[in-house]
Structure formats: structure tokens, C-alpha cells
């Protein structure tokens, strides 16, 4: 699994970070998402997809996902 | 339905957790509805899940300003500022200055800084359950719990006294309500707030310290950067109102929901991990979320291949569109474990709730507490005989009597 975030659509709502946050945070100086783990490990995975499914900005993809 | 039967906002409903019966309908057979508001003017109403999500995040749709003439919610002389759009907060609402200030302000609010102010809000809670429980049975949990919770949580966020709560509330209330006061006295309402809040922000420029007001006063004495005073104030009260009607409703609502059918509390009192998504279906499946959220058109748009003109009031129903079976499997039915559930009651896109973060963790705080607290908790009334608040702009029920 491959997670790619799109800073720019990003609109800072945080929930990417409350579901998933060791694969997600958000920067201190303006609370956009950045990616703490690319690849998460299998047993991040149901998180890091829940993640991208809710994102009110639809600023997180997933590649490679079975 | 479109030519013959024109509906008027807000739609009835029997019980005041269910949804009314024409959001299906509309989703159904007019997604693009023609609908009159309590000023008597028409907008566009629209319930399916899709254009509501994707009419949120398109730029063409901007929020409504007094010289735009949008379509008004509230008749002459009656309703808030924020009903009325006439005495709008002095903050940027569009493009590039919109998505400057809410990085300024948003960065407060990331789900680190939220979490980390878990521990504050559970004590919170856990005083004011046993306020209750001493005050005796059956309890109001809107006005002992609800109300009280969120209030205490965004003064100590913006740096504002909690003992003056009950001047906040009445503000809050005659910001948001569009039925309940003349238009004379909201505007009084909003005068004093304003003089407040102008003089919170002058006390914090002298005595800063780790609230967000002290934090943007700091980062706006570099060059050119941060917020000027207009919008430090508009920032300031902005806040104060959305941190206070809405969680304070939805607390109320949420926990009538849970015990409306009480397998769902115990479900939840049997696996308590739950809790996460059990909210945030809390927040999909409540029908009462208020009027909708009102969007102009500054273009022609193309919506379900019907044409909107430019200069179209469009009410985007978020709680019709968190039903719409399209995306949500069993969407009439509370699934505590739903996961995703992409919900639009934060709205999306660039104008998507900033304090959603703030929200979820009061929420889910508040039914932690209460499930480890009150076990035995359950609701004093029928579920039918709970009254929905007066006023459109955010729905909540009156009172929520509850033993234990």
C-alpha cells in the first residue's frame, strides 16, 4: 500500500490524524497533513483507508491497495 | 414536485429524531427542488448526497453576503446576524485570503492539540455528571452536561472568563436563532458581545498567554503577517458562537439518539471502543442538524442537468444527503461500528469545519465519561415527547430528561 496526501486540496479538518496518527499528521505551522508513513505496515492499513475515505478535502489516495 | 408542490423550509417531521418523509422523496425523484424559506423567498434545495458534497467544495458557490441578495433565511426585522448576513463578521470568506486565515486559525485546532486537551475536558465532564447526580434524578443532561461542557472548553481555547457563560450563551443565541428575537434585539445582542470581545482582546494584547487569541496577536506583530484587528475580533466571537450552540446541541442529541433504542447504549457499554465511530454515526444519522447551509451562485452552474442561473440561493441539506442511500448501505438504520462513514455534516471542502477536530474529541470525551459514569443511564420521556429548539440555524432538542 502506497498513501500519497495532496497538500494543496487539504483543508486542515484533522480527522486523517485522529483516525490514523501514525500515519498522518499535521504540520504546527498551518495544520495541513503530512505523511508520517507512506507504507504503513498491515495492520495500519484499515486505518490509513478509513482515512482516505472520510477526508472532507478528498486529499488522501491510496495506490497499490488489494 | 417541483411544479405543482412548493415546500417550505424547515419540512415537519412527527418525532424529532426522524427524518422527514420528503427528504427520500426529493433524493428520490427531485434532487433539485424548489423550496420557500421563512422569508418567504426561494432557493434551490438539494439532498442527494453527491451534489451536496461536490456543491460544498466548488468555488462557484460562494456564502451568501447582504449585497449579494441571496435569498433571505429569516423575514425582515427578524433573525441574527448570521441569518440575516447583514452584520457579517469582518472575515475573509473567499479565495486566497478565506485559506490564509484559516491556516492562521486552523493550526490551533490540529487533532494533536485537541487530543492533548482530552484529559481537561474529561475532568470537565466528570464534575458536571457529578453536579448532576448530587442535583438528583430525573436531570436535564442538555442543560447539566451539554451546554455546560463545550462553553467551559472554547473560553478556555480563546482565554475567556467561563463565569461569564451566561452572557456568551445569550450572544451565542441571538447570533445563530432566527425566530426568537427582533431584529433590535439581536443587533444590541451583537453590539455588546462585539464591545466584549474588543475588550478581551485589548486585556490579552497586555497580558498574553497560551490561548489562540494570545497566539494570533503574537504571530500578526511580524511584518505583514497574521490577522489585522477587524478580523482578530470577527476571529474571536466567530468562535465563541460555533463553539457553543452546535457541539452543545449535538451532545443532547446524540445521547437521546443512543438511549431512543437502548441496545445501543449497551452495545456500547459492552465494547467501549465503539466510541469513535459510534460519534461520528452520531453525527450522520442526526435529522434535527438544522437548516442546511445556505450557498449563492455567482455563475451558471449545471446541477443534475438542470441549469442554476447565476444569482440562485442554494440550500445544501447535509443531514438529507447523510441518509441517501446511494452512499450510505442501511442509511435509515444507526450503525455504532459504521467505518467509513464519510458524513457531511462538517460540510467539505475548503470551507469544511474548523473545529471538527474540537468536536469529535468533546463527543466522544462526553460519552466515555458518561458510559463509565452512568451505566444505568436512560431517557425520562418517550422518545416522541422531546421537543425540537425553536429557530433553524442549528437544530437541537429543547431539553433531554434522563435517569439513572
Known amino acids: 500500500m502506497k498513501v500519497n496526501v495532496d497538500q494543496g486540496r487539504c483543508c486542515g479538518a484533522g480527522q486523517c490524524v485522529l483516525i ?3 500515519v498522518f499528521d499535521q504540520r504546527d505551522e ?37 | 414536485m417541483r411544479e405543482n408542490d412548493l415546500l417550505r423550509l424547515p419540512l415537519p417531521t ?43 467544495a466548488d468555488p462557484r458557490f460562494t456564502r451568501p453576503t447582504a449585497e449579494d441578495g441571496a435569498a433571505r433565511i429569516a423575514p425582515e426585522g427578524a433573525g441574527g446576524p448570521a441569518a440575516d448576513g447583514t452584520t457579517t463578521l469582518a472575515l475573509p470568506d473567499r479565495g486566497e485570503p478565506h485559506l490564509r486565515w484559516r491556516r492562521q486559525v486552523g493550526k490551533y ?29 430525573p436531570a436535564d443532561l442538555k442543560a447539566g452536561l451539554g451546554f455546560p461542557l463545550p462553553v467551559h472548553v472554547i473560553c478556555h481555547i480563546l482565554g475567556v472568563p467561563a463565569v461569564d457563560r451566561n452572557r456568551f450563551s445569550h450572544w451565542s443565541d441571538a447570533f445563530l436563532n432566527v425566530s426568537r428575537y ?21 486585556a490579552t494584547r497586555a497580558a498574553p498567554g497560551d490561548d489562540l487569541i494570545s497566539m494570533v496577536i503574537r504571530e500578526s506583530e511580524g511584518e505583514g503577517q497574521g490577522l489585522t484587528d477587524d478580523e482578530l475580533l470577527g476571529t ?51 435529522a434535527n442538524l438544522g437548516f442546511g447551509i445556505r ?59 474548523l473545529g471538527q477536530s474540537l468536536a469529535r474529541t468533546e463527543l466522544q470525551v462526553t460519552l466515555e ?20 429548539v425553536e429557530g433553524l440555524l442549528v437544530g437541537g432538542l429543547r431539553t433531554v430528561p434522563v435517569r439513572w
Open chain 2, 236 to 286: 474571536a466571537m466567530g468562535l465563541l458562537v460555533a463553539g457553543h450552540e452546535t457541539t452543545a446541541n449535538m451532545i443532547g442529541k446524540m445521547v437521546a439518539m443512543l438511549l431512543a433504542d437502548r441496545t445501543r447504549w449497551e452495545r456500547l457499554l459492552a465494547d467501549p471502543a465503539l466510541v469513535r465511530t459510534a460519534v461520528d454515526e452520531a453525527l450522520r444519522f442526526d
Open chain 2, 109 to 137: 485546532f490540529t487533532a494533536k492539540r485537541m487530543t492533548a486537551l482530552r484529559p481537561r475536558m474529561a475532568r470537565i465532564a466528570e464534575d458536571l455528571v457529578d453536579d448532576m447526580v448530587r442535583s438528583g434524578q
Open chain 2, 14 to 56: 412527527d418525532n424529532p429524531l426522524e427524518p422527514p418523509v420528503e427528504w427520500e422523496q426529493l433524493r428520490g425523484r427531485c434532487p433539485v427542488a424548489t423550496v420557500e424559506l421563512p422569508s418567504g423567498d426561494q432557493a434551490t434545495y438539494l439532498t442527494r448526497y453527491d451534489h451536496v458534497k461536490a456543491l460544498l
Open chain 2, 369 to 388: 465519561v458518561l458510559l463509565r459514569k452512568l451505566p444505568t443511564l436512560q431517557l425520562d420521556v418517550p422518545v416522541d415527547e422531546l421537543k425540537r
Open chain 2, 182 to 202: 427582533t431584529g433590535d434585539q439581536t443587533g444590541s445582542a451583537y453590539a455588546e458581545f462585539a464591545e466584549y470581545m474588543s475588550a478581551h482582546i485589548a
Open chain 1, 30 to 66: 498551518d495544520g495541513i497533513v503530512t505523511l508520517v508513513e507512506p507504507s504503513p505496515a498491515e495492520g495500519l492499513q484499515a486505518a490509513a483507508r478509513e482515512a482516505a475515505a472520510v477526508c472532507p478535502a478528498s486529499a488522501i489516495t491510496i495506490d497499490g491497495d488489494q
Open chain 1, 20 to 22: 490514523a496518527p501514525e
Open chain 2, 295 to 353: 450557498r449563492y451562485l455567482t455563475e451558471d452552474v449545471e446541477v443534475d442537468g438542470e441549469l442554476l442561473p447565476s444569482g440562485t440561493t442554494v440550500v445544501c441539506s447535509m443531514p438529507a444527503a447523510n441518509r441517501d442511500e446511494r452512499v450510505f448501505a442501511d442509511a435509515d438504520d444507526m450503525v455504532l461500528s459504521r467505518s467509513p462513514n464519510p458524513h457531511l455534516t462538517f460540510g467539505a471542502g475548503p470551507h469544511a469545519c
